[in-house]
Structures are given as C-alpha cells and as structure tokens.
C-alpha cells in the first residue's frame, strides 16, 4: 500500500542507534526508516529491544552512538518535551494514566497541551473540549467510561485509554507500544480497525509493537523484525511473516513456511 | 452551588462569632490570614509537594508592611505591597525549588526559610532582631480608625481578600494548569510526553502559594501590629503544614475551615488546659489522620452525603 511507494525522504530515519545497559545491548545498531503516512508494526521476542527504539525516538533515552532525525532534523538527544512539540507522540507497554484524574479529564489534559494550557481561568473541561475528548474516546468504544476515575479502569480499557491520550496529541508520528495487549479478543479487531482507519484519513503515520501477528498482518503496511537489539528482517507482512527465520525468532517454533 | 453556599454560611458564622465575642474578631482574622497562607499550600499539596518553609512567604509580607509603614499609610497599599515581595520572593525561590521533588523539595524550602530566619535575627540594625518591629496602625481609605473599628475593618477586608482569593484559586484548579497539580503527583512524566513542562506547572503554583502566604503575613502584621522573626521560624511553617491537612485539600473550603478550627481549639485550648494545648491539637490532627484522610472538608461531605439519605 502505501508504504511501497516512496516518498523523496523518510519522516523519521535512525542510523546506526546503539544502546548497552550493563551487557545487555538493548540497541545494537539500529538503521530504520518510516515514511511518510505508512504503519509500521515492530515484532520480536521479549527483550529484544522494541520498547528502548521507541524510548530512544521520544527522547526518553538517549542513545550511546547514532542519530535519529525527524522531518529531516537531528532530535537525538532533545527531551521527550521538545520530541513532541515537533509532532511525535507515543502510547506505553504499561499505562501511564492520571491516576486521580476521569478518563475524560486524561484526554482533556493533553488536548489542553496543545493550546491553551496555561490560560489560568479557562476550564479544562470546557465544553469544546469535552465534546472533542469524547468524541476520541467514541473511536475507542471508550464513551461510557468517560466520567470513570483512571484508577478503576480494567487493564484492557487503562490500554486503550493511554492510546487514545496519545492520539489526542494530533501527532504526524504515533508510536504505539503493544496497543491492544490486554484488550479482549473479541474488542481488539474492531477498535484497531477503526483506529488504523481514523490514522490514515487523516494522514498519520504510525509504528506499532505488536504480539498479536494476525493484527500484525490486519494492519501494517510493512514489518520490521526486533532480535537481540537488531533489526533480523524488514518488509511487507506476507513476505516478513512467512519466513522461517523470523518465525523461529519470534514465535520461538519451528514453523514450516507454507 | 454548594461551595459558595458553604462559603456564605461560614462567613455569616464568622461574621456572628466576632460580634458576640469581640476578643474573638482578633483570633478569626488571624485565622483567616492562617487560612489564605494554607490555601496555597494546599495547591502545592495536590501536586504532592509538602512545602516545611512557607512561613517564608508570611514573613516576607509581614516585614514589608513593617518597612513600608513608614512611607506608606495606607492598608490597601500596604497589602499589596506585601503581595508583591512575596510574590517576587516565590518567583526567586520557586525558579530553584521547582526542579525538586518529595523530601527535597520539602527540606529545600525549611533551608531558604530558616535562613530568613537567622538574618532577621542577626540584623539588628535593619529588623531589631527577637525584639521584633512595631507597626502603626495604618489608616483605610483614608480613615484613621480607632480600637474596634479598626479590628471590625481589617475582619472584613480579611472576608473579602479570603473570598476573591477562593474564587480565583477554585478557578484555577479547575484549568489545565490546575488540574495538572495532581497530575504531576500521580503521573509526571505523561505530562512532559504531552509537551507540558511539569517544572511549569509546580512554579506557577509555587508563585501563587508565595502570594497568598504574604497577603496571610500581611493581614497578621496589621491585625497584630508587630512582626517578629517567629513568624518564620519553622515550627510556624509546620503549622501551616498541619492547618492544611486539617482542612483537608478537596476543595478551597479546606484551608479555612481548617484554620479556623485551629485557632479556635488553639485559644479554648490554651485557655482551658494551659499545659497541654499543644497535646490537644496533636490529638485532634491524629484523630482526624486515622479517622477522616480526607480532612475536616472530607467529614463535612460525609456528613452531607449522610444527611441526603436520611432525608
Ligand atoms: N532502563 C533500563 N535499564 C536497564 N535495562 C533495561 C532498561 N530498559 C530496557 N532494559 C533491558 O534492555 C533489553 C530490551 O528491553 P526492551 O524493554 O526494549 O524489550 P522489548 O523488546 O520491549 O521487550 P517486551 O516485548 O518484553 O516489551 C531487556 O533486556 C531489558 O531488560
Ligand atoms: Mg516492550
């Protein structure tokens, strides 16, 4: 789909990402490319360094050797602030959620991050902005627990909660780190569906980690392989998933391709 | 609205209080400046920052009326003018402290105050040490006003200044940058992933804390007439601490009903049990600790919400 037909440069490049802590080399050379308007899904074992490539992109951590750019423009090394000022958001393996704080007023919180957060006297919850929380907890199936407390969310919807709060930042580049992990079965299709849908209208480009290969092969336009901080294989999901060598890496089976 | 009408009420409790007991319109306008110095620590609270040197910020508004009174007579001018050091002295202070968190941003704040403390102390010259400075009694709108009618004045330009300050701060904790107070305790991190500067966000409370901690000390210097380096001394900032769990952090109702009930225990207390006044206080916050976490504001919703199936 998209992802084959090249644009003149990527949006984000990484070249070369080294990362070591302790032995453990979490990066190890990573080269990866993400165009413009294409989803990326990361697959790979536990481990294998998927989680510290998005730590590294958001300025969470920063690389030993390597640069990463972003819309042509050097970021290593900036904070995950100025990271997202410039248009790259991310959801989190495990939730990070305002604990204290309604599932409404979470997504109303970084909707006011874009604008207006420092007018001292307007209210969060104005209705403008409710209405536009709302309406990216509805893409979720969120609505009806738009007044419930974070903290007593089930663990599917705490998920879906911290993506949406992602989203709302209107990125050109959302990372998603395991978005549907913990979502039941039966949710999990539809609300990637709508999700991936609502990307592509409005032209975000998008790299997942993802478990699930069947959402994997559902949704990404191309697949990049994660093993021991390397990248074992990239490109277009029929090809990526049905070779032997990824299977064997990331499965952790012998599966005969077929 | 109901907060507003818990507002009215107590004001009119107040308001009835100092007029049969008049020895009591002296200890609820201190209480009421109590209160406006609480009702900033409590913002900083709901970010989860315990602030042990906010007497600081009374103090420095105490002392400026104290130096100002001279030059200046007027009590309007006179509070504004402790707002605006105070408010200077929060954006100095608060530039360092809001980098810190948890015990270090507690211990940093009691290290500036107990500075403070020592230099008032030590420059003789300039502040008369223990001994403290005496302040004439400033006239409003012009009026020179006598005994009472001072007293009645400065107890209702303390309703007032406590009833504006509520207003804006319940304002502010409703927007962004308010609500992200607690955000800040509970996720700090999300905050800066979304683009907000946390240090931001606890600054500007931190600024808003130091202005109402001196319009506090302000309103104590001209109900009290006399500042002295206690004000500053950290047993004091401790009180404010205390005050403000006491009340309870829920709403802006909190720190006032919270300083209130402290000055009253305090004084019947002291009255009654000269020795063990401070004793009894312990008592009251442990019980209210063990009992209601919530504060005196938390029970008095309990007590609401009990009330609403009854009836
Ligand atoms: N902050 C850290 N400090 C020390 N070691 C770390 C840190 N972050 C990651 N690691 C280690 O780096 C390696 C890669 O971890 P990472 O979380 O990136 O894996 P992952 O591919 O996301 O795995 P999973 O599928 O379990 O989420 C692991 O061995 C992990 O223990
Ligand atoms: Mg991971």
Known sequence: MVGETRVSSPLLEARGLVLAFGGVRAADGIDLDVNEGEILAIIGPNGAGKTTFLNMVTGYLRPQAGSIRFRGREITGLTPRRIVRLGIARSFQIPQLFTEHTVLENLALQLAAREGFWAPFAPLLSRARSERALALLERFGLGELASVRADALDEGARKLVDVAMATALAPRLLL?????SGVAASEKHAIMDRLVSALRREGVTAVFVEHDMEVVARHADRVAVWSNGKILAQGPPAT??????????????????? | MPLRLAFAVGFLALALLAALQPWLRFVLTLALATGLAVLGIMMLLRAGQVSFGHALYVAVGAYTIAFARPQLDDVLLLLAAAVLAAVVAGILVGLFVSRYRDIFFGMLNLAFSMVVYSLLEKLY?????????R????????VALEGARYEWALFALALVCVAIAAALVARYL??????????LKTRETRLEFAGVSARRVLFQAYVVSAGLAGLGGGITALATLHVTPLLVYWTHSGELVFVAILGGTANVLGPFLGAVVFELV??????????????????????IVLLAARGLVGLLEELGRWWGRRV
């Open chain 1, 176 to 180: 998603m780190d395991e978005p549907t």
């Open chain 1, 240 to 258: 990526v998933l049905a070779d032997p060598a990824v299977h064997r890496e990331v499965l952790g089976v012998e599966v005969a391709p077929c």
């Open chain 2, 125 to 133: 010259w300039l502040t008369r040490g223990t001994d403290g400075i």
């Open chain 2, 135 to 142: 302040v004439a009694r400033p006239r409003l709108f012009g």
């Open chain 2, 174 to 183: 409703r927007a962004p940058a308010g609500e992200a107070l607690s955000a």
């Open chain 2, 266 to 287: 305090r004084v019947h207390a002291a009255a009654a049990f000269p020795d063990a006044w401070q004793m009894i206080l312990g008592l009251v916050l442990l019980g």
